[in-house]
């Protein structure tokens, strides 16, 4: 089984501030773990993954997110925020024990302020 | 490459009608995904494909939900009959392999009223 918590359902961050979207997983075997984000009215897109090469994943637009074995996270960070970050933010796990299925988290919505 | 396409965009019925929703993935993924998205319950697995054959489909919330491919490039799921709280975003996505992630569609908003 595997499943991924999202801590936070809402996150607002000034213009400049740090972003960082909190992502814990659970997994039997180890995990593939993804992080997606979503503009309103349209699909999810995806920002970067971990499939077990380095730890440290750099993905689109800035982010990145460090896998950490000992503590089951996969945050998601980004130095600066931007006004055009705002958007829905999803984490996903899967593993090779569920085909290519990915369980999806209840997503993270981040606000930046000016 | 046009990405995952998914139509209708929008679709609104009446409860009792029959609904099909329709996706042509990435041209080569040979696997297909339905998912749903509610604010309640968030993204689900309904069922997913793989050379156009189901893999998983534990995640179909009922018998009135029924998912075809019937080839490589088009796939529908159809509600018969549908109920209001059959009111969801539903995505398709395709991925290459395991470890790729999937590419999204854009999304079928429906509304049973």
């Known amino acids: 089984a595997q499943s991924v918590t999202q801590l936070g359902s809402h996150v607002s961050v000034s213009e400049g501030a740090l972003v960082l979207l909190r992502c814990n997983y659970s997994s039997s075997v180890p995990p593939y773990l993804f992080w997606y984000v979503q503009y309103p009215n349209q699909g999810l897109q995806l920002l970067l993954k971990y499939t077990s090469a380095a730890t440290l994943v750099k993905g689109i637009n800035g982010f990145e997110a460090e896998f950490k074995k000992s503590e089951t996270s996969f945050h998601l960070t980004k130095p600066s925020a931007h006004m055009s970050d705002a958007a829905e933010y999803f984490c996903a796990v899967g593993n090779s024990n569920s085909g290519y299925a990915l369980n999806f988290g209840k997503g993270t919505s981040l606000l930046v302020t000016p | 490459d046009a990405g995952v396409i998914q139509s209708p965009r929008h679709e609104v019925t009446e409860m009792g009608q029959e609904v099909t929703l329709r996706c042509k993935p990435i041209?080569?993924?040979?696997?297909l995904f339905w998912y749903r998205q509610t604010m309640m319950r968030g993204l689900e697995l309904l069922i997913y494909?793989?050379?156009?054959?189901?893999?998983?489909d534990s995640g179909m919330p009922e018998d009135r939900f029924s998912a075809k491919m019937p080839n490589a490039s088009f796939s529908t799921l159809k509600i018969q009959p549908s109920e209001p709280r059959d009111s969801a975003v539903y995505f398709c996505?395709?991925?290459?392999?395991?470890?790729?992630?999937?590419?999204f569609g854009s999304g079928t908003r429906l509304t049973v009223v």
């Open positions: 041209s080569g993924h040979d696997y």
């Open positions: 494909f793989n050379n156009n054959v189901p893999i998983d």
């Open positions: 996505a395709s991925s290459l392999r395991q470890g790729d992630g999937y590419t």
